[in-house]
């Protein structure tokens, strides 16, 4: 594994229009298979909510789940850029606590960066984070923290009036002093003209093949998340079917006394059962 990449090598990735490989991560295993396969950067996402704790969204995140969850990540993947998610309401209620949750993820999970959702409307919190000396990815597009004013979890920008607001949210958030973008669910064609008018890397999940890099939910890739699957998800595992199985086996095994096997059992040094045995029957 190379050593960990910083923002100056994204950005001189942009530059040389080297694709940038980004996904979540949320436990020490699957960040060590990470960093074997060679990542640029992990996302420990709030979407935990839903992949690891089955709730409806991501509201219900704390910071303190966030924090534990990174720090296991953190470990796992040492040489990988980390990156922590700021959940709901730990940046909404002023700058001072966005400032404060911030350093959290540093001080507590050793992250290299954080994520907070919106555009416009959080630029002083981009701005007060970044004066902090922390560094900071924006979030537009599908921003699941806020899918109830959206409708739901629906594609964002699908009009010119719905795209050029999301235009003018990269831009803010790129004078904000972040030093990249993420865009979630819309349409290519907006991602391409974001991706062509950043200086800043701009990340997809769901916004067409034209930006610096792609993102996908772990558990989407590998098929352990069954609930709904969304339309930009490539699938390159089916995990659950494996996983299913090998617990069918094991039941199987158990029931029909094939396991455990006499290689899977400890033994007693010599003698000592024959001891054991007196022992018991002396009482």
Do not use: W
Not at 70 to 77: D, M, T
Not at 167 to 190: N, S
């Amino acid at each position: 594994m190379d050593k960990k990449k910083n923002v100056l090598d994204f950005l001189k990735m942009k530059k040389d229009r080297e694709k940038i490989t980004f996904l979540t991560c949320y436990d020490y295993p699957t960040a060590t298979f990470a960093e074997k396969a060679g990542l640029d950067m992990l996302l420990v996402g709030d979407s935990l909510g839903m992949v690891v704790y089955g709730y409806e969204g991501t509201i219900p995140v704390t910071m303190e789940q966030m924090i534990v969850h990174s720090e296991a990540v953190r470990r796992g993947a040492p040489n990988i850029f980390v990156i922590g998610d700021m959940p709901f309401m730990s940046y909404q209620e002023s700058v001072e606590k966005a400032i404060y949750n911030a350093g959290r993820f540093y001080k507590e999970a050793g992250a290299d960066a954080i994520k907070l959702e919106g555009g416009r409307r959080v630029i002083n919190r981009i701005k007060g984070i970044v004066n902090a000396g922390m560094v900071v990815m924006g979030h537009i597009g599908l921003t699941p923290q806020s899918s109830g004013q959206l409708g739901g979890f629906k594609a964002q920008g699908r009009t010119a009036q719905t795209a050029m607001e999301l235009i003018l949210d990269a831009k803010a958030i790129e004078e904000a002093g972040a030093f990249a973008i993420l865009l979630e669910a819309i349409p290519p064609e907006v991602g391409k003209i974001i991706t062509e008018r950043s200086q800043i890397p701009v990340l997809s999940i769901g916004a067409g093949i034209d930006c610096d890099g792609q993102l996908l939910i772990v558990g989407d890739m590998l098929g352990l998340f069954e609930a709904f699957t969304p339309k930009f998800v490539k699938k390159y595992a089916s995990l659950s079917d494996d996983i299913t199985e090998a617990f069918r086996k094991y039941i199987q095994d158990i029931k029909e006394k094939k396991f455990p096997e006499e290689k899977h059992t400890y033994r007693m040094e010599p003698g000592e059962k024959e001891k054991l045995e007196k022992m018991v029957s002396g009482m």
